[in-house]
C-alpha cells in the first residue's frame, strides 16, 4: 500500500521559515521523481518543485531561491525548506511521487500525499 505523508506545516510570520518532510512507503522511493505541489483557497493546484532520482531540482520561478527541495533515500523522505516565506505561500502543500519526470512536472505523478498547511501571517 503506496503512503505519502507529509509533515512539517504551520502558522508562520513573513520572512520566516518552515521545514516540510513527507515520509514515503510501498513504493520503490528511489526510483521515482519526488515533487512538492501546493494549491491556495480558490486556486488550482500547482507546482513548486521537483527532484530526480540523481539529486537534480527544479523549482517555479516564485520560490527559486527561498525554497530547497531535498531527499533522503534512506529514509525514504523528501524535504521542502521554506525560507523568507510571503503571505502568498500560504496554501496546502502536497507531496507527490512519479517515475517520468515530465509527467511529474505537468500535471503530478501516481501518488499524492494528503497535504500539511502552510500558512504565513503576521
Known amino acids: 500500500q503506496v503512503q505519502l505523508v507529509e509533515s512539517g506545516g504551520g502558522l508562520v510570520q513573513p520572512g520566516g521559515s518552515l521545514r516540510l518532510s513527507c515520509v514515503a512507503s510501498?513504493?520503490?522511493?528511489?526510483?521515482?521523481?519526488m515533487a512538492w505541489f501546493r494549491q491556495a483557497p480558490g486556486n488550482q493546484r500547482e507546482y513548486v518543485a521537483h527532484i530526480t532520482t540523481s539529486g537534480d531540482t527544479n523549482y517555479r520561478d516564485s520560490v527559486r531561491g527561498r525554497f530547497t527541495i531535498s531527499r533522503d533515500n534512506s529514509k525514504n523522505t523528501v524535504y521542502l525548506q521554506l525560507d523568507s516565506l510571503k503571505p502568498e505561500d500560504t496554501a496546502v502543500y502536497y507531496c507527490n511521487a512519479g517515475p517520468s519526470t515530465y509527467v511529474v512536472v505537468t500535471s503530478g505523478g501516481n501518488y499524492w500525499g494528503r497535504g500539511t498547511q502552510v500558512t504565513v501571517s503576521s
Open positions: 510501498g513504493f520503490t522511493f528511489g526510483s521515482y521523481i
